[in-house]
Every structure is written in structure tokens, then in C-alpha cells.
């Protein structure tokens, strides 16, 4: 069974930056063989998709509210899937998660496996 855990988050000013990591385990099962989507959350809303990567070099989305600002990319050697942040705002202050599916989805329920988050603050 896939496993995911993101690393990366902290506090930060605001724009600063701060890249996500999204480790997968066991090695043998590659993430490149899965869209790896970006999702976050903030207390009392629900989680919201950020960033999708598809599947072997597919294409990437991202939600307006990041476009132009973080770029997903995969590091297959590694096994990892990052989420590079740029230019932050507070408002991008949330828990975020990295997940697996078969194909991107702006859904949280196409999405088999998850992280357990990594907090990201957005402050001065």
C-alpha cells in the first residue's frame, strides 16, 4: 500500500517562500505512476485542491489562487513530488496534503492515499 508524507512547512513572511516535499513509500510502488495532487485546509472549511501532477510527465493544474506563484514538479530518482511556493500570501496559510490517485481530479474523493499534512503560516 502507497504511503505519503509531506515535509516542508513552516512560518514564513509574507513573500517569502517554501518548498513542500511528498515522500513515497515502499520505493517499489513509483510515484510516477500516480497523479500526485496538492491539497490544503484551514480550520472549519473544507479541503481544497492547490496543484495536480499527472501521471508520467502528464500535465500539471493549479487553482487560480496559486497560478503563476507554485509549481509542482516530481524528482523520479527519489521518489518524491514537490510543491514549490512562491510569492506567499496569508491567506495561503493552511494544513497541506499531499495525495494519490489515477488520474487528477479537483475531488477530494478520487484521491486513494494521503499524507498527514504539513502546516504552512503565512505571517509577519
Known amino acids: 500500500q502507497l504511503r505519503l508524507v509531506e515535509s516542508g512547512g513552516g512560518l514564513v513572511q509574507p513573500g517569502g517562500s517554501l518548498r513542500l516535499s511528498c515522500a513515497g513509500s515502499?520505493?517499489?510502488?513509483?510515484?510516477?505512476?500516480?497523479?500526485i495532487g496538492w491539497f490544503r485546509q484551514v480550520p472549519g472549511k473544507e479541503r481544497e485542491a492547490v496543484s495536480c501532477?499527472?501521471?508520467?510527465?502528464?500535465?500539471?493544474n493549479y487553482a487560480d489562487s496559486v497560478k503563476g506563484r507554485f509549481i509542482a514538479s516530481r524528482d523520479n530518482a527519489k521518489n518524491m513530488v514537490y510543491l514549490q511556493m512562491n510569492s506567499l500570501k496569508p491567506d495561503d496559510t493552511a494544513v497541506y496534503y499531499c495525495a494519490a490517485a489515477g488520474y487528477c481530479s479537483d475531488y477530494v474523493s478520487r484521491f486513494d492515499s494521503w499524507g498527514q499534512g504539513t502546516q504552512v503560516t503565512v505571517s509577519s
Open positions: 515502499p520505493i517499489t510502488l513509483k510515484l510516477d505512476y500516480y497523479a
Open positions: 501532477i499527472g501521471v508520467r510527465g502528464g500535465r500539471t
